[in-house]
């Protein structure tokens, strides 16, 4: 079953209708016949870390790294945000083993396109993104009612990294340490 299991996180990079065609060939190979039945009824947690991620930097990935302990699957999703008009950073390539979607429109339009079932994922650095987020949790609501979301505490030491004070430091040629490669 742990095999089985790991099988799955090593395939995350596939969209989910996509790897539930490679979960049937998977699931062929399996002897255990209680495993097999398991198999054919499991839905795994899917999370959805959504964000401009311009720059990607440590702070996302500790989020991203607690987010994959709670989840079985963690899809990555790059919205424009309209109002950063800046440089679009590279991504770095560590994250490459997820399945990356972009979007430019709602979040909940995005939640809505998917033929599956997502918990939304939102990073709190401090007690300032707690009262922001409880702000966007209101407003997601009411665009779609049946939203469930998970607020994930970054760890102490990457309490002051965000993508806007980052930028701000790339224009004085310093800040690349924060910046995940």
């Given at each position: 079953?742990?095999?089985?299991?790991?099988?799955?996180?090593?395939?995350?990079?596939?969209?989910?209708?996509?790897?539930?065609?490679?979960?049937?060939?998977?699931?062929?190979?399996?002897?255990?016949?209680?495993?097999r039945?398991?198999?054919?009824?499991?839905?795994?947690?899917?999370?959805l870390?959504?964000?401009?991620?311009n720059?990607f930097?440590?702070?996302?990935l500790?989020?991203?790294?607690?987010?994959?302990?709670?989840?079985?699957?963690?899809?990555?999703?790059?919205?424009?945000?309209?109002?950063?008009?800046?440089?679009v950073?590279?991504?770095?390539?560590?994250?490459s083993?997820?399945?990356?979607?972009?979007?430019?429109?709602?979040?909940?339009?995005?939640?809505?396109?998917?033929?599956?079932?997502?918990?939304?994922?939102?990073?709190?650095?401090?007690?300032?993104?707690?009262?922001?987020?409880?702000?966007?949790?209101?407003f997601?609501?009411?665009?779609?009612?049946?939203?469930?979301?998970?607020?994930?505490?970054?760890?102490?030491?990457?309490?002051?990294?965000?993508?806007?004070?980052?930028?701000?430091?790339?224009?004085?040629n310093?800040?690349?340490?924060?910046?995940?490669?």
């Amino acid at each position: 079953m742990r095999t089985v299991l790991s099988e799955f996180k090593r395939l995350q990079y596939l969209d989910y209708t996509e790897w539930l065609k490679t979960q049937m060939e998977i699931n062929s190979g399996v002897r255990n016949e209680h495993i097999r039945e398991f198999l054919q009824v499991w839905k795994p947690k899917i999370g959805l870390y959504a964000g401009s991620f311009n720059p990607f930097h440590y702070g996302h990935l500790n989020i991203l790294e607690k987010a994959e302990k709670i989840f079985d699957k963690v899809i990555i999703a790059y919205g424009k945000n309209l109002e950063k008009k800046n440089e679009v950073y590279p991504r770095p390539t560590g994250i490459s083993d997820h399945q990356i979607i972009e979007y430019d429109g709602l979040l909940t339009d995005l939640i809505d396109s998917l033929d599956y079932d997502v918990t939304l994922i939102r990073g709190l650095r401090n007690s300032t993104d707690l009262q922001y987020e409880l702000t966007q949790f209101k407003f997601l609501q009411e665009l779609k009612s049946d939203i469930k979301i998970v607020n994930i505490f970054c760890d102490k030491q990457f309490e002051h990294l965000s993508s806007s004070a980052i930028r701000n430091l790339l224009k004085y040629n310093v800040g690349y340490q924060y910046i995940v490669k």
